[in-house]
């Protein structure tokens, strides 16, 4: 049997044991919703203005730059399953590929993007 | 081969010769024994979390000089149950203005995106769910599950409070998914391998944490930023947040965030166990009975959950800016060169005897450690003066 069936069946009992806990709170639990018991929690006063307001920018630069990491380590991550096969010219190699990417790192630090503002 | 070598062949093959005999198809037999397995090793895990409520609550209360719960049961051992009863006769709440389908959605990713940790997970020798060749790919897309679980939640709740909570847990998880990526490459480098149980096995000279005491140490506080806990619990955050993410779930979904993340940090536990501690091995005492592997296993991811447990409860909640600070500029830094250092021992070294490898890989690490944490030293007393000149320029 393929290896990943398995998985899938991992995720499939995965799923039903949480959803199966959250029907018993469903049918064992009181159900008296009224509107006021629906509004949410803001400290005691009534929730004031719209709640799904946009991201700040900020966001996206942190997100631009751990996509680039983690392409990287779908690059790396063969590079060291096989390392020990390919021998010292390979991970030479591999010490100047992340190196490129500290420099990176380095450019978008003093560049500033890395402070929380 | 008895069922006291390897229990879980014995029952399957048992299990599908009976159904088999019934006149059932062969290939839906093994199908519906693989999944009673599942959900066996799945419901075990289920009730081993509910004890972990009572562990989690008696280890915290004996950090904080209490108890714990003693009255309910021999040494409170009830209590959980007790627990787990009146999470279920709670109203289940949905907030008005919230994303329906997002919202319940949220509580069970969560609790899925552990469960399914633990499907590479060996447990022993020849009990664990799939022995996959990507097994520690596949620990790091479950993870990111997990987050995902709590960004939804943040999100659909129409809570501000939650929303806050998620915009962190965003934050967080864009950042500590890098230096636990690059560490996790170490283990794959000395076994040469990304299957768990390829990385146990090629431990059986020396634990990698012997080879590399910082990726470990690395790994582990990755690890507790990635589970949400102190002092990374800045998506929770309670006395700025109310409760963060999970502010407006109430009842068994509630119930799925904490119990969640209670198994969550056990499984981290367990996986640097795995990584770093030899996993089920414990000098050739595995190999007496599978049985007994089970137990290696469970008491080193205990330990491993305790430290989790010690750091969340003797250390304070740091601020977003100081967490993104250590992460950016000293913890990825940091855990590149460690993995460029390791890499070129390994290749240097390789064919000398395992004693000068394993000094000079111990070695390298402690070097390392000690000069970035000089150089954290240096920034910060830099950082300090800068901050002191401000307010004496303020002060005249």
């Given at each position: 049997m393929n290896e990943w069936l398995y998985v899938a069946l991992f995720i499939i009992v995965g799923t039903i044991i949480p959803i199966g806990a959250i029907a018993a709170g469903f049918v064992f639990g009181p159900k008296k919703s009224n509107p006021v018991k629906l509004s949410t929690y803001e400290c005691g006063i009534e929730p004031v203005g719209d709640v799904w307001v946009q991201f700040k920018a900020q966001y996206y630069v942190f997100a631009l730059v751990f996509l680039v990491f983690d392409v990287e380590a779908v690059f790396l991550f063969p590079w060291a399953v096989k390392l020990g096969q390919l021998g010292l010219f390979a991970v030479v190699e591999g010490i100047i590929f992340i190196s490129i990417l500290i420099v990176g790192l380095i450019y978008t630090w003093r560049k500033g993007m890395l402070e929380w503002v | 081969m008895s069922f006291w070598n390897d229990p879980l062949k014995v029952a399957a093959d048992w299990l599908e010769g009976l159904l088999t005999g019934w006149g059932m198809n062969a290939a839906f037999a093994h199908v519906l024994v693989a999944f009673l397995g599942v959900l066996i090793l799945l419901s075990l895990l289920m009730v081993f979390d509910i004890f972990l409520v009572w562990i989690e609550r008696k280890v915290v209360a004996r950090f904080q000089d209490r108890l714990g719960p003693n009255r309910v049961g021999p040494f409170g051992l009830i209590q959980p149950f007790a627990d787990i009863i009146k999470l279920i006769i709670k109203e289940d709440t949905t907030p008005g203005g919230a994303d329906k389908i997002v919202y319940n959605l949220a509580p069970i990713l969560s609790m899925m995106s552990v469960l399914i940790l633990?499907?590479?997970?060996?447990?022993a020798p020849v009990i664990l769910g799939v022995d996959l060749n990507v097994g520690v790919l596949f620990l790091i897309a479950a993870g990111a599950i997990s987050a995902l679980s709590i960004i939804m939640a943040g999100w659909s709740s129409n809570n501000k409070f939650a929303l806050i909570g998620g915009f962190r847990q965003v934050a967080m998880m864009v950042a500590f998914e890098i230096p636990m990526l690059t560490v996790l490459l170490i283990p794959t480098i000395f076994a040469g391998s990304m299957n768990m149980n390829a990385i146990i096995q090629t431990q059986d000279r020396l634990w990698y944490f012997v080879l590399s005491p910082l990726g470990a140490l690395i790994f582990l506080i990755a690890a507790i930023a990635e589970l949400g806990r102190?002092?990374?619990?800045l998506a929770e955050g309670e006395s700025e947040l109310?409760?963060?993410?999970?502010?407006e779930y109430s009842g068994m979904k509630f119930g799925m965030f904490y119990a969640g993340e209670l198994l969550h940090a056990m499984t981290f536990g367990g996986i640097w166990g795995i990584l770093?501690?030899?996993?089920?091995?414990f000098f050739g005492l595995e190999l007496v009975s599978p049985f007994l592997a089970i137990l290696i296993f469970v008491i080193k991811a205990l330990l491993g959950y305790w430290i989790i447990m010690w750091i969340k409860y003797t250390m304070l909640r740091i601020r977003i800016d100081q967490m993104l600070m250590f992460n950016w500029m000293f913890l990825t830094p940091l855990s590149f060169v460690l993995l460029m250092v390791t890499a070129l021992i390994n290749a240097l070294l390789r064919d000398a005897s395992i004693w000068v490898y394993a000094i000079s890989m111990f070695l390298s690490n402690i070097i390392l450690a000690l000069i970035a944490l000089e150089i954290a030293r240096n920034v910060s007393k830099k950082e300090r003066a800068r901050l002191e000149g401000i307010k004496k320029a303020a002060a005249t």
């Open positions: - | 633990w499907a590479v997970v060996p447990i102190a002092p990374f619990d109310v409760a963060g993410f999970n502010t770093f501690f030899g996993g089920y091995r």
